[in-house]
């Protein structure tokens, strides 16, 4: 059974940083690539971003040069480093594995970035 389960969330003034990471059991991280999204109350799911099996990482726009994805194959997790945070970056952030059988997803994390 594969499992998501991200954790370092927490409330944040505009300018600090926060490392979101993102553990999986039952499947191998390696092999699959890998997502960072976020949801804003009243808005729609988006990508932040990923990281594919080999390696190659590409991120929104909004998010370029501030955040970085990396993975850990030994821990078999994923972190997001968040730098310079803007309140428009707060929402609930979830991982994503997508394998050749289907996508997971993590329960969520809170992100709140205060002016």
């Known amino acids: 059974q594969v499992q998501l389960v991200e954790s370092g969330g927490g409330l944040v003034q505009a300018g600090g940083s926060l490392r979101l990471s993102c553990a999986a059991s039952?499947?191998?991280?390696?092999?699959?690539?890998m997502g960072w999204y976020r949801q804003a109350p009243g808005k729609q799911r988006e990508l932040v971003a990923r990281?594919?099996?080999?390696?190659?990482?590409n991120y929104a726009d909004s998010v370029k040069n501030r955040f970085t994805i990396s993975r850990d194959n030994a821990k078999n997790t994923v972190y997001l480093q968040m730098s310079s945070l803007k309140p428009e970056d707060t929402a609930v952030y979830y991982c994503?594995?997508?394998?050749?059988?289907?996508?997971?997803w993590g329960q969520g994390t809170q992100v709140t970035v205060s002016s």
């Open positions: 994503k594995l997508g394998t050749s059988f289907g996508n997971y």
């Open positions: 039952g499947y191998r991280i390696s092999i699959g690539g």
């Open positions: 990281i594919t099996s080999g390696g190659n990482t």
